[in-house]
């Protein structure tokens, strides 16, 4: 069974850098089938993409985040991070990682992201 | 990029009923859909993808239909832990945008 974990602060203040790590468990990332994913929620809303690499190590991100983001793979670990700078208030989300096919089949618990002085 | 628009917002059934909802994107995105059902506090979760196919262990009084631009997921005899909130999500081009939501509450 697939299962992914995502870990890192929960607080983090403005003008600083997010970083999350997610730790696959049942598949590899270096699997060139599936595309490692980041998405996340604003509290009470709906969902927003960030971004996802692929087994090759390619990336690929949202536009309005790409400034700031950086999505990156620790093989040897089994897990690939996401790194976003420079955050407001406006970044505090929950942030989940997910396994995408055709569709995102598995998903991390999420981790809630707070981004406050 | 692309947009998903979703009908209607929010609605009320009751256990038993048949629900419907639409989701529309800006372009063609052939049956690249997926539905997922999320409830309070927990994770979204896969249903359809492909626009019709029920990923493994759905109920199937789920069901999916459409291609294009106009797109249905189908609720047929609505049980009581199908209250949730329904999201689709396109996967023809990235960004793979989500659909904004449709609440299914207790009437």
């Known amino acids: 069974q697939v299962q992914l974990e995502e870990s890192g602060p929960g607080l983090v203040k403005p003008s600083e850098t997010l970083s999350l790590t997610c730790t696959v468990s049942?598949?590899?990332?270096?699997?060139?089938?599936?595309?490692w994913t980041w998405i996340r929620q604003p509290p009470g809303k709906g969902l927003e993409w960030i971004g996802y690499m692929y087994g090759t190590g390619g990336t690929k991100y949202s536009p309005p985040l790409s400034s700031r983001l950086t999505i990156s793979v620790d093989r040897s670990k089994n897990q690939f991070s996401l790194e976003l700078r420079s955050v407001t208030a406006a970044d505090t989300a929950i942030y989940y990682c997910?396994?995408?096919?055709?569709?995102?089949?598995?998903w991390g618990q999420g981790t809630l992201v707070t981004v406050s002085s | 990029d692309i947009q998903m628009t979703q009908s209607p917002s929010s609605m009320s059934a009751s256990v038993g009923d048949r629900v419907t909802i639409s989701c529309r994107a800006s372009q063609d995105i052939h049956t690249w859909l997926a539905w997922y059902q999320q409830k309070p506090g927990k994770v979204p979760k896969l249903l359809i993808y492909g626009a019709s196919t029920l990923q493994g262990g759905v109920p199937s009084r789920f069901s999916g239909s459409g291609s294009g631009t106009h797109f249905t997921l189908t609720i047929s005899n609505l049980q009581p832990e199908d209250f949730a909130t329904y999201y689709c999500q396109q996967a023809n081009n990235f960004p793979f945008a989500f659909g904004p939501g449709t609440t299914v509450e207790i009437k």
């Open positions: 997910a396994r995408l096919y055709t569709a995102l089949d598995f």
């Open positions: 049942g598949d590899s990332v270096s699997s060139g089938s599936y595309y």
